[in-house]
Structures are given as C-alpha cells and as structure tokens.
C-alpha cells in the first residue's frame, strides 16, 4: 500500500511538496485551513530573484532558478514568469561600496551571477532612474512571476497526479498513532505515516503540538499598485539600504513593496496595511523615478509570513520525530525557492541524501535557545 503522507499548509512549499511526493507514489493529502494560495503565496509580489540571498540559499535559489527556466514542462503553466532581470541600485558611494563588497563575496564562494554596474550601465538599463544613483548590482535572468496564477499550477498538477486537497480545515490536534500520526480539526480526521509542516506564519503552531518549539514570528509585508502608467521599466529595482522592490507589469501597473511592515494578527488569519510604512516606501519610490510623485495608488495590501530570527527558513527532518519534516519560515523571500521545496522533501521522504546543501536549515539550529 501507498504510505500516507498529509502536509498542512497549501501555500507554494505545500503544493511542491503535494506534487513530488504523489510522483513518487505518496498517498499525498493536503489540508488548508482557509484555501490553497490564500496567504504569503497567493498574495506576495512575485519576485524571482536569486540577487541578495543570503549565502546559504544560493544554491537552492540557482536550483529554483533553472525550474523557473521550465516551469511550463513541470506544470503546463509558465506561471507568468518574466526574466527581465533585476538591480539592485545604489543611492550613494557608501551603498555602491556594499554592493562592491556584496560582489567580492558572493565570486568568493564561487558563483557569477551578481554583477557590479557603474552609473553608466546604470542609466542605460533604467533610463528614467534619478541620475544621482552611482550604479548598481545586476542579476540578468531574475525576474518576476504571477503568484495566485503559480500556486493554482502547481494545486492543478499535483491533483492530476493523484493529491487530495482538503479546505477549510484547520488542523488543531496532531496525535502520534502507531507509527505514524492522527491529525484532526475537531471535525475531521486525518491519519499519516508522514506529516510535513508546510504552515506558514502557523508552522511554529504545528511545532508546538510536536514538542518542538521554534523562534517564528509572523510579519505582514505591504505592497501597492499603481493606475497604469506608459512603459518605462524593463526590469526589477531594489534599494540597496532602504526597503524597496519595484516592478511594471505588462498592462503598466506598478507593483511596489520591498520589505515594508504592516500589522498582522494571526488569530484573525489577517494583515493590515500601515500608512506610515506605505508612505515611507512611497518617498523611496520617488526619490529614486521622480515622475512617479503624480501616480495613483489604485490598492494597497498586506500577507501574513513566516520570518525566522536569522532570515532563513527551517528546512528537513524534524529533530524529534523519524516521520516528520518541515518546510517553512521562508522570511519574506520564499516564493522564488516554491519549485525546489518539493524536490528537497521528496528526498527526506524516500531517505535520500538531498542534492541540494540543506544543513544550514535544520531546525536542530534552535534548539538551544528554545528547548522542547
Ligand atoms: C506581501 C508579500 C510579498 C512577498 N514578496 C515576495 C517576493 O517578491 N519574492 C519572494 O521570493 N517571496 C516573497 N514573499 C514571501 C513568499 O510569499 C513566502 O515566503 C512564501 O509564499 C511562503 O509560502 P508558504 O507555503 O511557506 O506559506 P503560505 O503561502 O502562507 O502557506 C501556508 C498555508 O498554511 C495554511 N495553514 C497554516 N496553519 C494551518 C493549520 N493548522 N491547518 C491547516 N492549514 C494551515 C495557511 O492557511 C496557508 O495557506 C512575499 C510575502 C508577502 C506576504
């Protein structure tokens, strides 16, 4: 018989997860307990970006990358990936320093693909870009994809390969049974062999029913679109000491956020926009592309994600349980890593050394500072 395995959470690390292990025979179930993509995943801006991880993640954000590459042969959907690439600008000598340095260490550990841009280049890639910025740091072949439309291709292909999704159930009771695990909303029952945390901003819940406690806080990034605008920006801009994530879409809208904190309130399963926050973005914006003073923000909003004390995510075995793994804690910048996610947990499932270098995201990090 097909081991069962139920993973909580149908966000993009949960549908990846749903896909690879049905094709590898899994009994997959999947449980949300509101719908599949309704949080961070469904919500977030879009951003593909290997440019700025922190070092751990390279490898997995190359890996994620080359998926982006293929994503219509994995899922029959390209997702509405655009590989525009994306800058990261300096706004003075001290910021063109950063990056400089930010180049030197990532050619250190062997990888090519942040770029060091001077003004020139600069204005030539971004010509409505303010003329006092004195370069950048390049990453050609990021980009941007489309959120709810990626999670719903993901669901789509993993359904047709045999998971189960199951919505509107909250899981609040998690029992070890036999050898494996009985899951419940009070409601309704679920039985596992294997049980994978997927959870999101409420993976430290799950953590917690498990004797397993981590430093997970839940945070509401905040983003806003503007009216439709005629073209000026072929590519993705960051600021290199201040929040800032800036985008136009195809249709002209422009999609701009960065890091930007609204409020959350993880028992209402919600997150509330902040106007101080929004406005500080705003001045960023404007400091850098001037025109943009007289655009119309047409909507503002806000997603509930997982932030984890040293920015990085908990992936891999539980440290207390043989037949529990855990996804989650991506900390503002997990969607570009969704196609990967999947492939790591198949691995750990079918014990397998994983290829891609998860070590530095093992949850036994935590341990002494939140003991079981
Ligand atoms: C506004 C915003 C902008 C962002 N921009 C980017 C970006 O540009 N690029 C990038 O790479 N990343 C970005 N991110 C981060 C990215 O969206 C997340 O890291 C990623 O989507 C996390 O996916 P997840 O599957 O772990 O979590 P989620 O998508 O939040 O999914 C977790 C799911 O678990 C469910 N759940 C939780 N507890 C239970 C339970 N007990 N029972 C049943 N279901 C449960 C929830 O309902 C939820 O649907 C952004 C995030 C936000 C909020």
């Known amino acids: 018989m097909a081991r069962r395995v139920v993973i909580v959470g149908a966000g993009f690390h949960g549908c990846s997860a749903a896909l690879q292990l049905s094709l590898e025979g899994y009994k997959v179930t999947i449980i949300d307990k509101a719908y599949a993509g309704r949080h961070a995943s469904g919500v977030n801006a879009g951003g593909v970006r290997r440019l700025g991880r922190h070092p751990a993640e390279i490898p997995l954000a ?25 800058v990261k600008v300096a706004e003075n000598d001290e910021d063109m320093a950063l990056l400089a340095d930010r180049e030197r260490q990532v050619r250190g550990l062997g990888f090519r693909h942040e770029k060091l841009i001077n003004r020139e280049e600069l204005q030539k890639r971004l010509p409505a870009l303010a003329h006092h910025c004195p370069g950048g740091l390049a990453c050609d072949g990021d980009g941007f994809a489309n959120p709810y439309r990626t999670v719903t291709a993901w669901r789509r292909e993993a359904e047709r390969q045999g998971a189960v999704f199951h919505e509107g159930v909250e899981i609040t009771i998690v029992e070890p049974r036999g050898n494996g695990w009985h899951l419940s ?21 799950l953590c917690d029913l498990l004797g397993e406690p981590v430093p997970l806080t839940a945070e509401a990034p905040m983003l806003m679109i503007t009216e439709r605008l005629a073209p000026f920006l072929g590519t993705v801009v960051g600021a290199t000491s201040r929040p800032l994530s800036f985008k136009q879409f195809e249709n002209g809208t422009v999609l701009i956020g960065g890091g930007v904190r609204g409020v959350v309130d993880t028992v209402r399963h919600v997150a509330d926009t902040r106007l101080d926050g929004l406005a500080e973005n705003a001045d960023t914006v404007v400091s850098l592309f001037p025109f943009m003073q007289d655009a119309r923000i047409m909507r503002t909003w806000a997603g509930v994600e997982a932030v984890m004390q040293d920015q990085i995510p908990v992936i891999g075995p539980s440290s207390q349980h043989a037949n529990v793994i855990h996804a989650f804690g991506f900390s503002a910048h997990g969607y570009q890593l969704g196609p990967i996610t999947g492939e790591i947990v198949a691995d750990l499932a079918m014990e397998r050394e994983p290829t891609l270098p998860i070590a530095p995201f093992s949850i036994q990090r935590f341990q002494a500072t939140c003991p079981a």
């Not at 190359?62 to 982006?68: G, M, Y």
């Not at 909303?185 to 819940?205: K, M, P, Q, R």
């Open 185 to 205: 909303s009070g409601n309704e029952h679920f039985e596992a062999d294997l049980l994978v945390n997927c959870a999101g901003a409420w993976a430290g819940e």
């Open 62 to 86: 190359i890996a994620a990358w080359e998926r982006w590459q293929c994503m219509t042969d994995i899922v029959g959907d390209d997702c509405g990936f655009r590989p525009v690439g994306q």
